[in-house]
Structure formats: C-alpha cells, structure tokens
C-alpha cells in the first residue's frame, strides 16, 4: 500500500485552485464536469489562465439519463467566467493528447466514472500528459467508492507516490499526489501551521 496521508497544505476540495495559485500553476483540467459545480467554485479563485472541462455528456451506468441538459447547466454555471474554460466534449482519456497539444495541464482533477477500471484508465492517460511538477487530483476516496480508493492505490504504490487527501467529514475527500514530489509541501499560502477552512458550495 503506498503512503496515505492528511493532506498539510488544504483542507476541502475547494481549496485545489488556492494550492494551484500557490504552486504558480495556470492550466487546469477537470474531468468529469458534470453540472459544473466544483468548476465555477474552482475558477471564483483560481488565478491560472484556462480550465479545460472534460466530460462526453452521455449516459453511463451511474447518471442513465439523457445528459444534453447537464451541459445546458454547466454552461449556464460557468458563463461568469467565459474566456476562461473550454468544453472537450469527449471520453476521457482519449482527449488528453488533444488537450496537452493544447496546454500542458498542471493539475487535473478526476471525477467522471467511478468504477476501478475507468478510474485506472483516467489516472494513467491524464498522468502521462501532466507537467512534471503537477498534481493529480480526483474525488470520492471513500469506502463507498472502492474502484476508486483501489485505482489510485495500486497506481502509487509501484511508483513511490505519497497520496494526500483533504480533510473533509461531511462527504467525500479528495485524494492528490505530485508526478514529481516537490522540495517542500508547504507554501507562503499555507505556513501558519493552520489548515485553511473556505467552505465551498459544491
């Protein structure tokens, strides 16, 4: 089993975009952009220049219905920061290489499919095209997600990655590891020995 700890530098998946402006990063992905909650919460204070949202808007086991309205939404949720984020309609990861001839992602959060082997599937395809001192990032690290906890699990382990999961006790954590560890996990954002707190709505 590969070393899981509290995270030291964020609290709530929230907090992702304040770790991204600490770390100097300015291109995002976000797979699985679903409503697009957690990306307008993302962008309120991500100080980077794109978020690239992936998600095919079809139907699959877990959301069976038609999903062309889940994008109506999204898009209606993330007009405020229009000139920001691109839609890539598209299966994840089969779009990576079209989205790294784009940007050089710096942090990607998965949260599209929950079982072991699409979850596997989105941490080795997005892993191989994150910039070398990124995060790779996903939701649901819980007992009630176990493909998920199992995935990220087997795919750290074999090559030393420390996985960090935030702090969350009201629903799931989110789990992060670095493709390169850095010299320090601590930033000037967070060295008052506190873990910040925001409360984010999604």
């Known amino acids: ?65 038609d999903r062309i309205l889940d994008g109506i939404t999204a898009a209606n949720a993330l007009a405020p920061y229009h000139g920001r984020f691109r839609f890539v309609r598209g299966r994840s990861p089969d779009v990576a290489p079209w989205v790294r001839s784009m940007i050089t992602p710096q942090f990607v959060y998965i949260d ?16 191989d095209v994150l910039a070398q001192d990124g995060i ?35 629903q799931p954590k989110s789990w992060y590891f670095y493709k390169t560890e850095p010299e320090t996990y601590f930033q000037r954002l967070f060295t008052s020995g506190t873990i910040i707190n925001f409360r984010c709505r999604s």
């Not at 995002?28 to 204070?45: Q, Y």
């Not at 989105?122 to 892993?127: E, P």
Request: aromatic residues 12%; glycine residues 8%.
């Open 136 to 170: 790779l990032a996903g939701h649901d690290f819980d007992e009630l997600h176990p493909g998920v906890m199992e995935a990220v699990q087997e795919f750290a382990e074999p090559r030393g990655l420390t996985v960090f999961l935030t702090h969350e006790t009201d």
């Open 112 to 127: 599209g499919a929950h079982e072991k082997k699409d979850v596997a599937k989105d941490i080795r395809g997005w892993f």
């Open 1 to 65: 089993m590969p070393l899981i700890l509290p995270s030291p530098e964020i609290s709530h998946r929230c907090d992702f975009s304040l770790l991204c402006n600490a770390r100097g990063y300015v291109d995002a992905v976000e797979v699985g952009t679903d409503l697009g909650r957690f990306a307008a919460e993302f962008l309120s204070r991500f100080d980077g220049n794109w978020l690239y949202c992936v998600d095919p808007y079809e139907p699959y086991p877990e959301i069976p219905h």
